[in-house]
């Protein structure tokens, strides 16, 4: 008998936290001739993607060999960093789980933002499949006799099969997977601390929103499309920031604001300043490209009255703000005579320590990366309710409150992977497209 199945992956669901989580087993149980829709969301725990499975039966009921493939599909699907490790450390990793760094971050991103209960089933099940166990499914069990990767994208498993009655059978199961997060948008809004307790209020959004932490209410983000983007939870960590000490050591003393010099002379000057960058007699600093880099790095200038940065000097060009310390800049103007809007990748804001930012603008295009600051944000035109931010920002915590930020404001997804500084774009663990599909028995079945 031919049994039908078609798998969907789709990407385009917003996230729920009521959903729940992934169902490790699909079970489908119907008579000649119904047909059957069973929905398995599952959520990513590596980039936290919101999965739609779709599986449309048009037989009485899967083989037990079909049955076995959809249900480790759905758990590469959600738990997709398995794919990184080989069979025998899903056990050690699991059983000993502070052994190493490498065992401690294994069980981090499976465990993340699951409760007990949820933890100890999947804890098992994976567990089971790692120690050959059998699984039950309807009309018969299996076992996962071997994972092995076979090229860059591939894993060939084997699975070991029992029907009703009795009759055993192998199988091999093809596992495709491909990077594919140079592709997708960087989010609009990365959150990597732990006090956003109570949400980001009534910022809007036009974009993806991610949280590292499980106590960020993922189901309260106001999506200006509702159906467009998520909030999702990830285990994934920042990359480093560049190194510090390296960029001062080649930084001319003209690019630190303020300089030695003028910090010396200026220690009880309390006058607010302006700043226009990249000046006429600035020189690039390094080359991204084509584009020419100019850098700066700004210590502690609580007082910037406006600071406007034109990343169309001496053609196309990219400025980037080195922030030690808090900054308050009451007008930030990313400004392009011959291109609009700016490209926000042309500004590039990478804030150490931790510290306060506070930005006042209108209309603003920019990556930003300040993971350990509280950043706010707010318009400074009093003609216009909301400040519109285009770009990403990478930060600790939003302030939506108070003298540095207010929650009117919209953020717009503008970046890809593929457009970001080298050093931005590598992440670990890597998201994974997974595809799963059987091929010709080893054993006929019997």
Known sequence: MIFKYLTLLLFSKKYHSNTGFALFMVMILGTVGTVATAALLARSSNLSNNIETSITIGQQNLSVAETAKVNLQALLI???????????????????????????EF????????KEGNWKKTKQHILDLAEHNTIDVPMGKFSLLDFQQVGKNQILATIKTQNAQENQAQYEINISFSDNYLSKPVPVLWLTGKEQIGGIENVQVNGNVWANNCSFPVEKVNFMEVDAHQAKYTGIKMPDLPDLEGIKERLPEHHYFPSIAEEEATQTQEDNISLKLPRLEDKPTKKEGEKNVYEYLINNMEKIDSLIINSDFQSESMIILYVLGDINISEIVHKCESSNPCSPENLIIIAYEEAKMCLGFDNLGAFIIAPHYELGLKTNNPNQEYAKFTGSIWTDKLLTTGDCGNDKVEFHEALKWANLPDEFQTLSPIPKLIQVNLKESIKPDA
């Open 78 to 104: 959600e738990h997709n960093q398995l794919l990184e490790y080989n069979l025998d450390d899903w056990g050690k990793y699991l059983q000993s789980p502070n052994s190493s760094e490498k065992s401690r």
């Open 107 to 114: 069980n981090h991103n499976l465990r993340l933002c699951e």
